[in-house]
């Protein structure tokens, strides 16, 4: 194997987050392991999204990531090819004793997602496209609940509220990224939703924001239901806020701000997301305190 990340998937890839990581809010304490399950993550997005690899060598690539966790689930962080991901994610395992599975199913949806893509799939339901984010999404608030001494056998209330906020998460990404996703054959929108609202999927095989016209009425009022079903979803987990402690408890509250922050810009924006993908930045930080404060 080389000694080097998979060119199509470079260490210092910037990226955008709608929410903290591993800020000064998180306790001290975790924040290490908490930045080894993100750069895990990541990284491992990174192999399923960027660059221009193959579907094959981006699959055979996550494979070989899944052997290096299980290796890393044994104590074993020395990954010829990614051994700072590794390194510390062994250590965190180790002192925090992190379960594999959730790490390991954050690879089965990124193999999943390369699949999709590569067969120009779309999700026929919003009960597919949740399956989906109990995969990619779910696992890494549930790593958190572990590190905050929370189990599920325990605290499935605080299992399933945190579930509700990461789908949430992962829908608003979604809907604010659609005109990036979609000239990329990512399709998210639910083949029944569309259905519904009279949108064909074939009006987005050839997508491109800057050629296309001013998106059909009907494309916009599905992004609007679909924006409604991420801020009721978002909700619902949203008094999770007050059962975690302390510093988590409050990194928390800004998470959730900074989710229903992007929904609401995409209102603001008339739900077309088609053409721009809003994003929040410095200039949003005083009113996502305010708000965190009132939760």
């Excluded at 689930?73 to 990954?79: K, P």
Aim: aromatic share 10%; with cysteine; glycine share 6%.
């Amino acid at each position: 194997m080389p000694s080097t990340p998979p060119t199509h998937a470079p260490a210092d890839i910037g990226h955008y987050e709608n929410f903290p990581v591993a800020s000064w809010l998180c306790p001290p304490h975790l924040r290490a392991p908490i930045a080894a399950i993100y750069h895990y993550a990541r990284t491992a997005d990174d192999i399923a999204d960027e660059g221009d690899a193959p579907p094959e060598q981006r699959l055979a690539d996550l494979a070989a990531y899944r052997q290096d966790l299980a290796a890393a689930a044994q104590g074993d962080g020395a990954s010829a090819r990614w051994p700072h991901i590794f390194g510390p994610l062994a250590h965190a395992i180790a002192q925090f004793s992190l379960p594999e599975a959730p790490l390991a199913d954050l690879l089965s949806a990124f193999a999943q997602d390369t699949a999709y893509t590569q067969g120009g799939r779309w999700y026929a339901s919003r009960a597919e496209l949740l399956a989906y984010c109990a995969r990619s999404a779910n696992p890494v608030g549930r790593l958190l609940l572990h590190l905050y001494g929370l189990r599920p056998e325990s605290d499935a209330a605080v299992y399933a509220q945190s579930d509700a906020i990461c789908s949430a998460l992962q829908l608003i990404n979604f809907w604010q990224d659609l005109s990036v996703d979609l000239p990329r054959g990512r399709y998210y929108l639910p083949l029944a939703d569309c259905a519904a609202h009279g949108v064909q999927p074939d009006d987005f095989k050839h997508f491109r924001p800057l050629a296309q016209a001013a998106p059909a009425p009907a494309a916009i009022k599905l992004v609007e239901t679909e924006v409604q079903w991420a801020r009721q979803l978002m909700l619902q987990g949203a008094p999770l806020v007050h059962r975690l402690p302390g510093r988590a408890g409050w990194e928390l509250r800004l998470v959730v701000q900074g989710g229903l922050a992007i929904l609401d810009k995409i209102a603001a924006q008339g739900f077309d997301t088609f053409s721009q993908r809003p994003t929040v930045g410095k200039a949003d930080a005083p009113r996502l305190l305010w708000r965190a404060v009132w939760m």
